[in-house]
T-cell receptor, first 114, second 110 residues
């Protein structure tokens, strides 16, 4: 148990729809990162939020957006869904400047786009 | 961006044997981490080695880092059936933003 919870665990959408995924960080962690993991691949960094501001972004289009709330929970929004968006979406929390470097991952939200 | 790449991709061993996985990367790093993932679930942090360290141990795990060759290895000694999982290396740019490799699938046969 990492203390990071994600919802929903599974969901199915159709192409062109929008989706919102949610993440509750481990207590005391001020940074949340989102990763996309396609089947058989390693996770790919989407973006990171620190103190409610985006703090780095990977090679993902603007239709991938996020939010971090004052309680450090977070949302990932994806608009205009495409078939290739089907993946496991992982949220990870950490404490920046703790100098430990370790990320604590949730169990993920598996998105299927039909 | 940095990218860890593991070798070999799949490994099948008998319980009690050792399992070794390698990882290479392309740019300078702050640290390198190894994670384990069971059947498409969340990733679990195993061990972190900093760029100024050469070897690190944690229980049955041993990690080495060669920054001149931009490579790392993970050794699991005396493997158990519960070690069956996918193992990923990931490089950290110093801001907790990780670049993962494609992973090694390890199957430990009882």
């Amino acid at each position: 148990e990492t203390g990071v919870t994600q919802s929903p665990t599974h969901l199915i959408k159709t192409r062109g729809q929008q989706v919102t995924l949610r993440c509750s960080s481990q207590s005391g962690h001020n940074t949340v990162s989102w990763y996309q993991q396609a089947l058989g691949q390693g996770p790919q960094f989407i973006f990171q939020y620190y103190r409610e501001e985006e703090n780095g972004r990977g090679n993902f289009p603007p239709r991938f957006s996020g939010l971090q709330f004052p309680n450090y929970s977070s949302e990932l929004n994806v608009n205009a869904l495409e078939l290739d968006d089907s993946a496991l979406y992982l949220c990870a929390s950490s404490l920046v400047k703790a100098n430990t470097g370790e990320l604590f991952f949730g169990e993920g939200s598996r998105l299927t786009v039909l | 961006s940095q990218q860890g790449e593991e070798d070999p991709q799949a490994l099948s061993i008998q319980e009690g044997e050792n399992a070794t996985m390698n990882c290479s990367y392309k740019t300078s790093i702050n640290n390198l981490q190894w994670y384990r993932q069971n059947s498409g679930r969340g990733l679990v942090h195993l061990i972190l080695i900093r760029s100024n360290e050469r070897e690190k141990h944690s229980g049955r795990l041993r990690v080495t880092l060669d920054t001149s060759k931009k490579s790392s290895s993970l050794l699991i000694t005396a493997s158990r059936a519960a070690d069956t999982a996918s193992y990923f290396c990931a490089t950290d740019d110093g801001n907790n933003r990780l670049a993962f490799g494609k992973g090694n699938q390890v199957v430990v046969i009882p």
